[in-house]
């Protein structure tokens, strides 16, 4: 069984003390694509370490949107020339957090479209933070949708509407620990959400699943949303790996 990790801080300073052996511990337990979302130009270095120091880390780049502040455009800057000068597989993570703060709604919805041009440019998928602010992507996703566009809702907390609205614009879901969780929720309704349309991801260092929550999660706790995700839809966790896997290669294309 070949798992992929679609979303994971493996450079978090959380994992200073044991990121080798964080790494070893999920490939062994079959999960061996890792991909890692950019949050600022303070994790940058930290990003690429990651990359040269280890097999199977696919970067992204992007601004998160808790880190749109005053000098959002300058950070803005650096995505862009970034993104002239290599590779990644995605735009990300980005998109609207109302959660900590609205100051920045204006700014947080700029860098939002903002980076979804890119993202059209570079034909690459995007990958969106939403927290508390569904109205507000969703108003920008309905005015940037186009046949071109193409991503991932990262950690997936919303309604069964919200799930259907998400994928009818091309937008997988991704589901981690939260859908372990008693009062998660999700997993009242995931069912009614086609297979194809899911991709696994932990989050980590953050959301550890049951039951491990509350404290640090790793890459190798993706098999136990795996694992939840195959009593939902009463199918075998090699048929949930096949399938999702499969899933991020769509809108990875790696």
Not at 103 to 113: E, I, N, R, S, V
Not at 164 to 172: L, R
Request: hydrophobic share 40%; proline share 3%; net charge negative.
């Amino acid at each position: 069984m070949i798992f992929t990790d679609t979303h994971t801080h493996l450079y978090s300073s959380d994992f200073d003390a044991d990121r080798p052996l964080v790494i070893k511990r999920a490939v062994d337990a079959g999960v061996n694509r890792f991909f890692i979302p950019a949050i600022d130009s303070h994790h940058h270095k930290l990003m690429f370490a990651l990359e040269k120091n280890h097999q199977n880390m696919f970067l992204m780049m992007g601004l998160h949107p808790t880190s749109v502040k005053e000098n959002y455009k300058e950070e803005l800057a650096i995505v862009e020339n970034y993104l002239n000068q290599r590779t990644f597989f995605a735009l990300g993570e980005i998109g609207i957090d109302l959660f900590w703060d609205k100051t920045f709604l204006k700014a947080q919805q700029d860098a939002f479209k903002t980076q979804i041009h890119w993202a059209k440019h570079y034909q690459l998928p995007i990958v969106i933070h939403c927290r508390e602010a569904f109205d507000e992507v969703f108003e920008i996703l309905e005015d940037e949708k186009s046949s071109d566009l193409r991503g991932i809702f990262h950690c997936f907390t919303g309604t069964l509407a919200q799930a259907e609205k998400a994928v009818s614009y091309q937008m997988k879901l991704g589901i981690g620990g939260v859908v372990t969780f008693k009062n998660g929720k999700i997993d009242q309704f995931l069912k009614a959400i086609p297979l194809n349309d899911l991709v696994l991801e932990t989050d980590a260092p953050y959301l550890a699943p049951s039951p491990y929550r509350g404290k640090r999660n790793e890459s190798s706790y993706l098999t136990l949303v795996a694992q939840k995700l195959a009593e939902i839809y009463q199918v075998s966790i090699g048929d949930i790996a096949k399938i999702t896997t499969q899933n991020s290669k769509d809108v990875f294309g790696i």
